[in-house]
């Protein structure tokens, strides 16, 4: 399994559509799959991947034969700091992520609603399923996942810091990285973190939440070391 063009595509269309509907009323219908399609130059399949991803975290709803809707907007747009990748690198990313998730989980155990914790329920349940059979599929969820979790907090501000992240982690250029880093065992073990973290913020254990996920995100940095080492042995 490797990262693809689609993988690029999906995680465009998905960061177009966020920024599309927060330009949106609630309940204004989206413009067609072919139509999104051609306006952000992906195929209808990444198209059709991203709205799941989309109406999963309830930003969109959807009735057959009338089209797809604009459900609640998201609390703040995503920052995007286009030259951040190019200035920046993926250990940098995670030392990033190292600080600002575990805050991320803790107040998500405080604050978190009952619909958003089904949300990081549903998503889990996604990632599982998936497991090998799809890394770009499996990639979105994760993502989406995390932003479940960072949403769940309540902060508008962090979660501005973490869309801007989340932005500059999933690079084009660093996808050979990823998908070094990405193992059946690997993504079985991470689908443990990510059972344990819900249980926490769902338990109401912000400590424990937060030691889960820094935990995971250490985890996720030495396998991200180990995939850099092993890719300058493969240039040597």
Known sequence: MSDTPQSV???TALDQLRQLIQQQAAQQPLPGERELAERFAVGRREIRRALNVLEEEGRIWRKQGKGTFVGPA???QPLMLHDLPQRSNLLEVMEARI???PGLARLAALR???EQIALMKRLL???QLIALKDGDQHELW?????RAIAEAAGNRLMLGLFDAVDAVRREPGWQHLRELARTADRLHSYDDHHRR???YIASRQ????ATAMREHLLVLQQTLIEAINCGEEEQL
Request: glycine letters at 4%; aromatic letters at 4%; hydrophobic letters at 35%.
């Open 9 to 11: 595509s999906s995680h």
């Open 74 to 76: 998201a609390p703040v």
């Open 99 to 101: 600080q600002l998730e």
């Open 112 to 114: 978190a609603s009952g």
């Open 125 to 127: 349940e996604r990632m």
């Open 142 to 146: 994760d993502s989406a996942f995390h």
């Open 197 to 199: 973290l819900v249980e």
């Open 206 to 209: 912000p400590q424990e939440a």
